[in-house]
């Protein structure tokens, strides 16, 4: 479908979007946690956003990473920046001897 060959009144309905997909996997050493990527496209933009289930916060991070950047080029480019913003993160704490914990995973209550 061609979301700009819609006719529709732009003041009432606002922020529509169309969901391209959802992906899930899990981490080593936390298998209990399923994470998941919705990948979806606003119809007034031409980028892909992401939005994820879980955010983490390891011991070796401040505070929780929310990712601030959440649009991307292309659906690979966003999948893989939403990946990156769990996994960076998760290797980062392994490399530094730390045990993969369930507490790691903070939940996202927008998903």
């Known amino acids: ?3 700009r060959k819609l006719n529709y009144d732009e003041n009432v309905v606002t922020d529509t979007v169309q969901i391209l997909g959802e992906y899930s996997f899990r981490l080593e050493g936390i298998p209990e ?7 979806y496209k606003y119809f ?3 980028d892909i956003c992401f939005s994820l289930s879980h955010f983490i916060h ?3 991070q ?3 990473y929310i990712p601030s950047s959440v649009f991307a080029e292309t659906e690979e480019i966003a999948f893989e920046r939403a990946l990156k913003s769990i996994t960076n993160y998760y290797n980062d704490a392994v ?3 730390n ?4 507490e790691w ?3 996202n209550t927008n998903y």
């Open 1 to 3: 479908m061609d979301l």
């Open 33 to 39: 946690i399923k994470i998941k990527i919705k990948l």
């Open 44 to 46: 007034d933009r031409d």
């Open 58 to 60: 390891t011991p070796e």
């Open 62 to 64: 401040a505070t929780v």
């Open 95 to 97: 490399k530094k001897g």
């Open 99 to 102: 045990t993969p914990e369930e």
């Open 105 to 107: 995973l903070v939940e």
